[in-house]
């Protein structure tokens, strides 16, 4: 072997050395990357199924109505602005949903209404209806119901509930109105108030559904509807109204009013809210409180929406064009 030759032999044996350990080290590589790929082939699968699930999940929800109260509710900071457009927009939806709302007294003027609005207190309209027209039929004026004998009232109003208490407070209205203005309801807030048994809820009443004028009216369902969605914080009534009415243009309080209490009525009640057919589910910083579920909600809805009469004997045309059926008489069925 010559000496090149050797030179040669000595460079390739070492060579031949370090391939084993370079082939070692590319096998651990390939070994490796082997046991990675499985691993990634398995979650993409994975990761399809459940876009799918997801899909399909998304349109059951559509179908049955459900989607729209899965969206997200309003967030806890939410600014001045955003109250504002919230607030408007739960009034516009609610105006769709009820187009033909309107005060569920039964009355032909101002002085039925008026004694309507005031025996309405911790009872129902629709027991005031079945009992008001008894009342009205006897005496149809201010000026009769003022000299009426105190027990025969209390006789025709005991289905009311405090019958004792809102006789008193009929017949001193009645006496007020004949006596000082003429047998007739005034059409200002600071002679309402005045008025035996007369609060500002039951001047704005008056005087948003029989004069045109605008006013909010705050019973209970009005009080907790707000509070539930946030437009205030306040408790005492003439707060909840101030806070409220500075959401809204004053033309839209006398139905912002009817709105709401209609809502409270049939929907959102006070014990078991229908969440899953509540129509600003995804306004509501409350939904979730009651029955989420779609079908079981429906078995909740009252009135006209769950298919029963409404609270009023002789209620608009428009109501009825919508659907809705007038309430029983006393005593019937």
Same mark, same amino acid.
């Given at each position: 072997?010559?000496?090149?030759?050797?030179? $040669? +032999?000595?460079?390739? *044996?070492? @060579? &031949?050395? #370090?391939?084993?350990? !370079?082939?070692?080290?590319? /096998?651990? %590589? =390939?070994?490796?990357? $082997? +046991?990675?790929?499985? *691993?990634? @082939? &398995?979650? #993409?699968?994975?990761? !399809?199924?459940?876009?799918? /699930?997801? %899909? =399909?999940?998304?349109? $059951? +929800?559509?179908?049955?109505?459900?989607? &729209?109260? #899965?969206?997200?509710?309003?967030?806890?900071?939410?600014?001045? %602005? =955003?109250?504002?457009?919230? +607030?408007?927009?739960?009034?516009?939806?609610?105006?769709?949903?009820?187009?033909?709302?309107?005060?569920?007294?039964?009355?032909?003027?101002?002085?039925?209404?008026?004694?309507?609005?005031?025996?309405?207190?911790?009872?129902?309209?629709?027991?005031?209806?079945?009992?008001?027209?008894?009342?009205?039929?006897?005496?149809?004026?201010?000026?009769?119901?003022?000299?009426?004998?105190?027990?025969?009232?209390?006789?025709?109003?005991?289905?009311?509930?405090?019958?004792?208490?809102?006789?008193?407070?009929?017949?001193?209205?009645?006496?007020?109105?004949?006596?000082?203005?003429?047998?007739?309801?005034?059409?200002?807030?600071?002679?309402?108030?005045?008025?035996?048994?007369?609060?500002?809820?039951?001047?704005?009443?008056?005087?948003?559904?029989?004069?045109?004028?605008?006013?909010?009216?705050?019973?209970?369902?009005?009080?907790?509807?707000?509070?539930?969605?946030?437009?205030?914080?306040?408790?005492?009534?003439?707060?909840?109204?101030?806070?409220?009415?500075?959401?809204?243009?004053?033309?839209?309080?006398?139905?912002?009013?009817?709105?709401?209490?209609?809502?409270?009525?049939?929907?959102?009640?006070?014990?078991?809210?229908?969440?899953?057919?509540?129509?600003?589910?995804?306004?509501?910083?409350?939904?979730?409180?009651?029955?989420?579920?779609?079908?079981?909600?429906?078995?909740?809805?009252?009135?006209?929406?769950?298919?029963?009469?409404?609270?009023?004997?002789?209620?608009?045309?428009?109501?009825?064009?919508?659907?809705?059926?007038?309430?029983?008489?006393?005593?019937?069925?």
């Amino acid at each position: 072997m010559s000496a090149s030759e050797a030179d $040669a +032999a000595k460079e390739a *044996a070492p @060579a &031949k050395k #370090a391939a084993p350990v !370079k082939s070692t080290g590319v /096998k651990k %590589a =390939a070994e490796n990357a $082997a +046991a990675t790929k499985p *691993a990634v @082939a &398995k979650k #993409a699968p994975a990761k !399809k199924t459940s876009a799918k /699930k997801a %899909a =399909a999940k998304r349109v $059951a +929800a559509r179908a049955s109505g459900a989607e &729209k109260a #899965a969206v997200a509710k309003p967030p806890k900071n939410e600014s001045r %602005a =955003a109250l504002v457009r919230r +607030a408007r927009r739960i009034n516009r939806e609610l105006a769709e949903v009820y187009p033909y709302a309107h005060p569920e007294l039964d009355f032909e003027n101002p002085f039925q209404l008026l004694i309507a609005t005031v025996l309405s207190a911790q009872t129902t309209d629709l027991r005031v209806n079945q009992t008001t027209p008894t009342l009205f039929a006897k005496y149809p004026s201010p000026e009769d119901l003022a000299v009426a004998n105190p027990e025969e009232v209390e006789e025709i109003l005991r289905p009311c509930g405090f019958f004792r208490a809102k006789t008193k407070s009929v017949i001193g209205l009645s006496k007020a109105l004949a006596e000082q203005f003429g047998g007739e309801v005034p059409g200002r807030l600071e002679d309402l108030v005045k008025l035996p048994g007369v609060g500002r809820k039951t001047a704005f009443v008056v005087l948003g559904n029989a004069f045109g004028r605008p006013g909010i009216t705050v019973d209970t369902h009005f009080q907790r509807l707000v509070r539930r969605w946030k437009w205030t914080e306040e408790t005492d009534p003439d707060k909840i109204e101030a806070a409220v009415g500075a959401l809204f243009p004053k033309n839209d309080w006398t139905d912002l009013s009817h709105h709401v209490i209609w809502h409270g009525r049939r929907i959102c009640h006070a014990r078991k809210p229908a969440c899953g057919a509540c129509p600003i589910a995804p306004l509501c910083p409350a939904y979730g409180e009651g029955e989420t579920d779609p079908e079981k909600a429906k078995k909740l809805l009252k009135y006209e929406k769950g298919g029963f009469p409404g609270q009023r004997l002789k209620p608009p045309q428009a109501y009825l064009d919508a659907g809705g059926r007038p309430a029983p008489p006393l005593g019937a069925g």
